[in-house]
């Protein structure tokens, strides 16, 4: 299933926590332009870019020995992830990974903030422009109870993302669509990264109160219809499942789930589990 993803179309610290950056509440007034909101963002990403990238990812081949006692090299790569990502990919190790695609993420997707000692997680919609910065797991003292994704705040993006954003690296993860003719559904930001990662594709819904997206569901309908295979991908637990159902209702062909919902596991558990 690994495939190199090709280059994207060209593409004051703020310390408020937006729980949902899908808020509804939030209105245009008073608000700046999106293009000099994308702008902004586009600056603050690429700073947290080049911090990311004191920090170094390794690409290497395997080595077996055959039958004959030759030494093979075993393709695609294993990739040693930098220290800080350790929790996102929940190791330090993962297999199969083409190159290509570590150095397209740890250049266009994955970078560093100093201030929290934090993963940043850049999101752009499908004209590559940014649109939102994630803090994964952000720590800092005299920060208490901060949550495992700090957003940019509301005002500093475009109004629930813009009209051109639908789901995570859907620039990215449509062309995987395409040439895999196939897709899991699922949720979770840190799911999307670990698929990504793999080039296996993935259509998130984010978070769980947006099992009822029209748009996701109208995205995957369309899929449907042209011969795209849809494998349901919610965590395994209560609310993976009630997720599901929720979007199941949209679909216009129901999808079964890959993962038991007793069974306490998310999609990268899977992935790790299954070395897709």
Do not use: W
């Amino acid at each position: 299933m690994n495939n190199n993803l090709p280059e994207a179309k060209k593409l004051d610290f703020d310390t408020a926590v937006t729980l949902n950056s899908f808020d509804k509440s939030v209105s245009d007034t008073g608000r700046l332009p999106d293009v000099v909101l994308k702008k902004r963002l586009g600056i603050k990403a690429q700073q947290y870019l080049v911090a990311g990238s004191k920090y170094k990812y390794r690409c290497f081949e395997l080595e077996v020995e055959n039958i004959t006692g030759k030494i093979d090299k075993i393709t695609p790569s294993m990739l040693k992830v930098p220290s800080y990502t350790e929790k996102l990919f929940e190791g330090s190790y993962i297999q199969n990974i083409d190159a290509s695609v570590a150095k397209y993420i740890f250049t266009k997707i994955i970078g560093f903030c100093d201030y929290f000692s934090a993963l940043v997680i850049i999101l752009r919609d499908n004209r590559s422009a940014i649109v939102d910065i994630i803090k994964y797991r952000p720590t800092r003292d005299g920060y208490e109870n901060l949550p495992k994704y700090l957003y940019e705040k509301s005002e500093n993006k475009p109004l629930r993302r813009g009209d051109d954003f639908l789901y995570p690296f859907q620039i990215e993860m449509g062309r995987l669509i395409e040439k895999e003719s196939y897709a899991f559904l699922g949720e979770g930001l840190k799911n999307s990264v670990n698929s990504l990662i793999r080039s296996i594709p993935f259509v998130s819904i984010e978070g769980v109160s947006n099992a009822s997206s029209k748009g996701i569901a109208e995205y995957i309908n369309g899929l449907f219809h042209r011969g795209i295979r849809i494998y349901g991908a919610m965590d395994g637990d209560s609310a993976g499942e009630k997720a599901f159902n929720e979007i199941n209702k949209l679909l216009d062909n129901p999808i079964k789930n890959i993962i038991d919902f007793d069974s306490g596991l998310d999609f990268t558990d899977y992935l790790r589990k299954e070395q897709l």
